[in-house]
């Protein structure tokens, strides 16, 4: 039978017709009517030719093709011992999705597929051992076919502080594939793996593109054989994952988005479908987090000008960092303690805990619970739960705890759980600071989603942040089990402006931390005005981090009216559909969000650098309704914007009002913002 999936303007086409392995005729665009002659004829007509010098039948690339039938690509599923042959149990429907069921030797292997609403396809892969010795599964990625006009890669690479860098790429015949061993997504993650046609761009071409939902290792690629065939491959990275008679091996899922509407078009079928299952939890507070703040200088003295501060200004949450705990006077020490330090805290968080909450703020905590410092009592006393020994390299002064060991495990929950069972804790930020480096991590990364699982399930108001050394661990297997991401450790606008767009196109705004830092970031030694750290934070789930304790009366009154504005907008903005422009001057860059019902857009256009030429290019509003009129004014943040020329533009001033089809053309003049500076428009339908 020819099984066909369709939502949203999007089709999956399998032939599972025979003996053979189905075959995904097509993922991609919707294609019109198609009763089952027409699905027949489909899959007939695509039959590929016999090639010169190749096997004697015409060759489909399977689901899982083998190399014994023909397929010198790259394996999708991989299980040892080795199996010649594999049978086709049967495929059929299961609910609204389409379950493939076959057999490689005594591995049974299950592929089911489901299009959400949105259009994003899930494929789910899993292998039960039905013999009576060992396997091993090396491989159960999900292979899916691009057409070979999908000839450009948009995948992403970074560093510290430096997350969701974009690298392009065409690449000729043969694979590009990115493995990851980080043993969580680490600053050079591949993120949302994108194949398009040449020159994509946000707001228009055809792509092609997948996501493992696994916050371990991955590999990633792209197949484009000589035969004129091209795949898509995904999946987690396994280095042998061994299996006892009996067992079976799930495999995250793997999440693949299709647009002919650029990358724009995949954040508006992915944003609504994350919106759909992850923990809605009310407006977002406005966060201030102490760690740039006061780093490990911690006292009630030292916090309790902050906090007032904090209230001030109207934050909403004030989330206490890294340095509370026993014995945690710097990095080197402690993890693994997780008791309030007794020297800095004599009557616990209390006190604290206390004057935040009389400020009317709720309060967050910071915690690294899958590491341990070699110089901690909980090494000294258990050298064996520890998944790195304390000879092993080390990172950041620090190891990891085997949380795939059952006490290791207890012994963090029930601190955990003793924590937030004492104190009205509202938020935990979640640490990770360096990479697992050991083979087999995937156990560790169950294990924590099952620590992440029970403590949500004993717990099921506290909000969880994930953090790794910034945002090395953003992915959407941790997003259905937290609340929010930290970025990236880099709180300069200019670095933020590039990292919230990249990873804006798979994660929606409300999801991500981004918060107003110091004049001079921290960690690039870079100043900023105030104006563009306002205007940079606003977009995403926003904070403070900074000693606003020892602002004057007029900056604070800056920092009070930008989080009335976020409170104004912040529905919109954490609701609404993400817009992107393709600018050609690279010191440009423009971006927004549109109401879901298109009666609203704010939008910020961005000097990264000087403007390439004298004047810059002109200021384009899309996704709005083109038959509309809006009226257009600028967003005053509380900050002033710096220009570098005499006049601004005459238009400025009061606004102007014209219809979503003329704004989206991109004709408002712009004025000549100094470099480091962004000008946000709000337009309202009139
Ligand atoms: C790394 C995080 O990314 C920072 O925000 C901060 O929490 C430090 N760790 C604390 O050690």
């Not at 050298?383 to 795939?404: G, Y």
Request: some cysteine; hydrophobic content about 45%.
């Amino acid at each position: 039978m020819i099984h066909h999936l369709r939502a949203a303007g999007v089709d999956l086409i399998i032939d599972a017709r025979g003996t053979a392995a189905p075959v995904v005729v097509h993922w991609g665009r919707a294609l019109g009517d198609l009763d089952t002659a027409a699905l027949t004829a489909l899959a007939d007509a695509s039959a590929p030719a016999i090639a010169p010098s190749s096997i004697d039948h015409p060759f489909r690339v399977s689901v899982v093709p083998l190399l014994t039938e023909g397929w010198t690509g790259r394996p999708a599923v991989e299980i040892s011992p080795h199996a010649a042959a594999l049978r086709h149990i049967g495929t059929g429907r299961d609910g609204d999705a389409v379950l493939t069921m076959l057999a490689l030797g005594d591995a049974r292997i299950e592929l089911r597929y489901a299009l959400s609403p949105e259009g994003v396809l899930l494929v789910d892969r899993r292998v039960r051992n039905d013999g009576p010795a060992d396997i091993e599964v090396r491989a159960l990625a999900a292979l899916l076919p691009v057409p070979s006009r999908a000839r450009e890669v948009l995948d992403f690479t970074g560093r510290w502080a430096g997350e969701r860098e974009p690298q392009r790429l065409r690449p000729g015949h043969g694979v590009w594939a990115r493995d990851t061993r980080h043993g969580r997504g680490g600053h050079d993650d591949p993120f949302l793996f994108t194949v398009g046609t040449p020159g994509f761009g946000f707001r228009h071409g055809e792509v092609w593109a997948t996501h493992v939902a696994w916050s371990g290792d991955r590999s990633v690629w792209l197949e484009r054989s000589d035969l004129g065939a091209s795949v898509v491959g995904a999946g987690e990275r396994l280095d042998g994952h061994v299996l006892a008679p009996g067992e079976t091996y799930a495999a995250p899922t793997v999440v693949a988005v299709w647009s002919d509407e650029g990358l724009d078009g995949l954040s508006a079928r992915l944003h609504p479908w994350v919106r759909s299952w992850a923990t809605p939890r009310g407006p977002r507070p406005v966060t201030l987090n102490t760690w740039e703040a006061v780093y490990f200088d911690h006292s009630l003295e030292r916090l309790t000008p902050l906090v007032e501060a904090a209230a001030r200004v109207g934050a909403e949450r004030l989330v206490l960092d890294d340095g509370w705990f026993h014995g945690r006077t710097d990095d080197r020490r402690a993890l693994g303690d997780w008791t309030v330090d007794e020297r800095v805290w004599p009557d616990g968080l209390g006190p604290l805990i206390s004057r935040v909450s009389e400020a009317g703020l709720q309060f967050g905590l910071w915690v690294e619970p899958e590491m341990v410092s070699a110089d901690s009592d909980l090494a000294r006393a258990h050298p064996d739960w520890m998944l790195t020994p304390a000879d092993a390299v080390s990172w950041r002064w620090q190891h990891v705890l085997d949380l795939t060991h059952p006490d290791a495990w207890r012994h963090v929950f029930d601190s955990l759980d003793a924590l937030l069972t004492q104190y009205p804790i509202a938020a935990l930020k979640w640490d990770h600071n360096r990479d697992l480096l050991v083979p087999h991590s995937g156990g560790q990364v169950r294990a924590l989603y099952r620590l992440l699982d029970a403590l949500r399930a004993a717990h099921p108001d506290v909000e969880i942040e994930s953090c790794a050394s910034g945002g090395a661990r953003i992915d959407l297997g941790i997003l259905r089990r937290v609340d929010r991401f930290w970025t990236s450790d880099t709180n300069d606008p200019l670095a933020r402006q590039r990292i919230q767009r990249w990873t804006g196109i798979l994660i929606p705004p409300e999801f991500l931390g981004s918060h107003v830092g110091d004049e001079r970031a921290h960690t690039t030694g870079r100043t900023a005005s105030m104006a563009f750290r306002l205007a940079t934070a606003l977009f995403l789930h926003a904070g403070i981090e900074s000693d606003i304790s020892r602002l004057d009366d007029a900056q604070l009154d800056v920092l009070a009216r930008w989080t009335e504005v976020y409170r104004t907008h912040r529905a919109l903005v954490h609701g609404g559909t993400a817009v992107r422009s393709d600018d050609a001057d690279p010191a440009l860059l423009q971006h927004g969000v549109v109401s879901p019902d298109r009666t609203e857009g704010l939008f910020a256009y961005v000097a990264l650098d000087r403007f390439e030429a004298a004047l810059p290019s002109p200021i384009s509003l899309p996704g709005l309704d083109p038959l509309r009129r809006y009226r257009v004014r600028v967003c005053d943040v509380g900050a002033p914007v710096r220009t570098v020329q005499d006049a601004d533009p005459a238009w400025l001033a009061n606004g102007v009002e014209l219809p979503g089809s003329v704004l989206a053309e991109g004709v408002l003049t712009a004025p000549l913002l100094a470099p480091g500076e962004a000008l946000l428009l709000h337009a309202v339908a009139v």
